[in-house]
């Protein structure tokens, strides 16, 4: 029984989110963001670990 009344607290994908959008919108515009910084962190992460470029001599 308290699982039910939790699951009617919960905001439905429809019901108006942050900023304009819905809950739904919302949820996945998070999703998305957080993808898009794992790919940004990996490819940090690569960057890091490849070997430095040959610095020029001074003379």
Do not use: F, W, Y
């Not at 919960?10 to 108006?16: G, V």
């Not at 962190?41 to 001074?58: F, G, N, V």
């Amino acid at each position: 029984m308290a699982a039910l009344t939790l699951g009617a607290c919960e905001p439905s994908d429809n019901d108006p989110g942050p900023g304009g959008v819905t809950v739904g919108e919302a949820r996945q515009l998070d999703e998305a963001a957080q993808k898009i910084e794992a790919e940004h962190r990996d490819i940090r992460e690569l960057r890091d670990d490849a070997p430095a470029d040959k610095e020029e001599d001074p003379n």
